[in-house]
Every structure is written in structure tokens, then in C-alpha cells.
């Protein structure tokens, strides 16, 4: 007879032990999603006369407030994003890429869809668009193994290379 009750006990300690869940006991991890931004920096420099039609940024002074466009194409040859940013009081452009999507991982990828183009300098005596890093037709993106990370963010940092704007008062110069 106790050994009856023993395992009538036994059952119903386990039927009330698994009747909780791990919820009921507080420890199931709550899953965050972490969220991955794709970023884009840049330089927006205004090319001194002496280098004009060159790549050399010697002389070049940073243009704070500078306008610069972000277009990423999908690999079916439309905009799938287009967005105007601005450079800080250093003229260094940080351009999170909210809303970007990739319909295709290859394909779309922002080394292969996105370019970026000075657009505007607020600087009247250096307002002429320079072709420095094709930046006329746009300047492609490089992958520099840049990553800014935190607890619920990630960040993949992909750079343009440097752009600028050339002066439209230089003197022509002779060699």
C-alpha cells in the first residue's frame, strides 16, 4: 500500500512539475533582435587651385555643411535608395543608411548598388564640382573592415574615399 501511494505521489509531483514552463519561472531569455545599420563616411574637402584637375588634396581644406547624396541601385536597375546628408563642422560625412534593404544579398549590396556624390558646398568661392574619386558619376564604396557595435546595434561602416569641390576663381595655371 505505501509503495501504491509512493508512486501516486511521485506521478503527481511530476504532472505539477512540468506543468510549469521555463515562462512561469522567469529565466527564458528574451530574445532582442540586434539591429544592423549600413553606414557610409566620407570626406568633403575643397580642392586648392594648385591641384585643380588632380587627385592631390594637399592644400584641400575640409567644407563643413557640405550636401551629399547616397544612391543605391537593386540589381534590377532601380533606386531602391536615395537620401541627401551632411557633413559635420569638419566636413566628415557619417550616413546611416536607415531604410536600406537588400531584396538580394549579392547583388544589392552596398559595395556593389551604392554610390555616393557631392552635391552642394556652401562655400561660394569653392562650389564647382571635382571629379576626386569619380565623384561626378559617383564614388563607389569600399569595405574597410569598419564595425561599430553595441549591446542592441550594429553597424557596418562602408567608405567613399574622399570628395571635393574646386575653387571657381583659380587663375590658369602654366607648366
Known amino acids: 500500500m505505501a509503495t501504491i501511494h509512493f508512486n501516486i505521489l511521485s506521478i503527481l509531483l511530476l504532472i505539477v ?7 512561469d519561472y ?9 539591429k544592423i ?7 568633403v574637402y575643397c580642392q586648392s587651385c594648385k591641384h585643380l584637375g588632380t587627385w592631390s588634396l594637399n592644400g584641400a581644406k575640409p567644407i563643413p ?11 534590377k536597375g532601380h533606386v531602391s535608395y536615395y537620401k541627401v546628408f551632411e557633413t559635420d563642422k569638419n566636413g566628415y560625412l557619417y550616413a546611416p543608411l536607415e531604410g536600406f534593404k537588400m531584396e538580394n544579398y549579392l547583388l544589392d549590396h ?3 548598388s551604392c554610390y555616393v556624390k557631392p ?6 568661392n569653392c562650389n564647382l564640382l571635382s571629379n576626386l574619386n569619380y565623384g561626378l558619376n559617383g564614388a563607389s564604396l569600399r569595405f574597410e573592415n569598419k564595425r561599430l557595435r553595441g549591446s542592441k ?6 567608405a567613399a574615399g574622399p570628395l571635393a569641390f574646386r575653387p571657381s576663381d583659380c587663375a590658369q595655371v602654366h607648366y
Request: hydrophobic content about 40%; charged content about 20%; glycine content about 0%.
Open 17 to 23: 512539475a512540468f506543468s510549469y514552463t521555463e515562462a
Open 26 to 34: 522567469n529565466i527564458v531569455p528574451k530574445t532582442t533582435e540586434k
Open 37 to 43: 545599420e549600413v553606414v557610409v563616411e566620407s570626406i
Open 65 to 75: 555643411s557640405a550636401k551629399v547624396s547616397v544612391t543605391c541601385n537593386s540589381h
Open 110 to 112: 552596398p559595395l556593389h
Open 119 to 124: 552635391i552642394w558646398s556652401p562655400l561660394e
Open 153 to 158: 546595434y550594429e553597424a557596418a561602416i562602408y
